[in-house]
Nanobody, 116 residues
Framework: EVQLQASGGGLVQAGGSLRLSCTVS????????IAWFRQAPGKEREGVGC????????YFPHSEKGRFTISSDNVKNVVYLQMNSLKPEDTAVYYC?????????WGQGTLVTVSS
């Protein structure tokens, strides 16, 4: 069974940093694509960035590129979202998502709160 567990959220001041973790079990690294999403209260869920664990390629569709970095530990099956220079508008619940073919799996989410 494929399972994802997101962790690492918390309270941080603007300009600070956090590293989120997504621990993956039940699937071999390289067989899936993984992405980070976030959702703030009253707003639509939006994509933050994505990567292919097989080759390490990453993509950031919005302005987070340059502040956020995605990396992975392929032995431990953990994907990280390093967030630097955090802004209050980064406040949201962050989710990791794994896709294999037509299947999609979600972690439970972890709350990031950035104070001004």
């Amino acid at each position: 069974e494929v399972q994802l567990q997101a962790s690492g959220g918390g309270l941080v001041q603007a300009g600070g940093s956090l590293r989120l973790s997504c621990t993956v079990s039940g699937i071999t690294f390289g067989d899936y694509a993984i992405a980070w999403f976030r959702q703030a209260p009253g707003k639509e869920r939006e994509g933050v960035g994505c990567m292919s664990p097989g080759d390490g390629g990453t993509y950031f569709p919005h302005s987070e590129k340059g502040r956020f970095t995605i990396s992975s530990d392929n032995v431990k099956n953990v994907v990280y979202l390093q967030m630097n220079s955090l802004k209050p508008e980064d406040t949201a619940v962050y989710y990791c998502n794994l896709r294999v073919g037509w299947a999609s799996y979600w972690g439970q989410g972890t709350l990031v709160t950035v104070s001004s």
